[in-house]
C-alpha cells in the first residue's frame, strides 16, 4: 500500500491550495485519515483528522481555514486550505490507519506547502 501526496506549492500569504492524497493497493476498513505537517526545525504536528463516517477534528491553528474531506469509495483524503499564512509553511503528510484488528499505518511521502510573498 502506497499513499500518494500532492498539490503542494507555493502561495502568496492570504491564498489557497488544496491538497490531495490517495492510498493505491489492497485496503480495506480505513478508519482514519489524517493530514500532518513539519515545519523546518519543528515536531511534525496533527493539522486534522476524517473519520469514515465523516466526523473531523482540526487543530487550533488552522480551524476555520483548512477543511478536511474524504472519499471513502476512493480512499482519498483532501485538505482545502484558505487564508494560508507564512507559519502555514510545511511539509504536509497524509496518514490512514485503522485501530481494530486487522490494524495498519500508513504515511505518505509528503508533499511541500511555503507560503511567501
Known amino acids: 500500500v502506497q499513499l500518494q501526496a500532492s498539490g503542494g506549492g507555493l502561495v502568496q500569504p492570504g491564498g489557497s491550495l488544496r491538497l490531495s492524497c490517495a492510498a493505491s493497493g489492497y485496503i480495506r476498513g480505513i478508519d482514519y485519515m489524517d493530514w500532518y505537517r513539519q515545519a523546518p526545525g519543528k515536531q511534525r504536528e496533527l493539522v486534522a483528522t476524517?473519520?469514515?463516517?465523516?466526523?473531523?477534528v482540526y487543530a487550533d491553528s488552522v480551524k476555520g481555514r483548512f477543511t478536511i474531506s474524504g472519499d471513502n469509495a476512493k480512499n482519498a483524503v483532501y485538505l482545502q486550505m484558505s487564508s494560508l499564512k507564512p507559519e502555514d509553511t510545511a511539509v504536509y503528510y497524509c496518514?490512514?490507519?485503522?485501530?481494530?484488528?486487522?490494524?495498519?499505518?500508513?504515511w505518505g511521502q509528503g508533499t511541500l506547502v511555503t507560503v511567501s510573498s
Open positions: 476524517i473519520t469514515s463516517g465523516g466526523s473531523t
Open positions: 496518514r490512514c490507519r485503522r485501530s481494530s484488528w486487522p490494524s495498519f499505518d500508513y
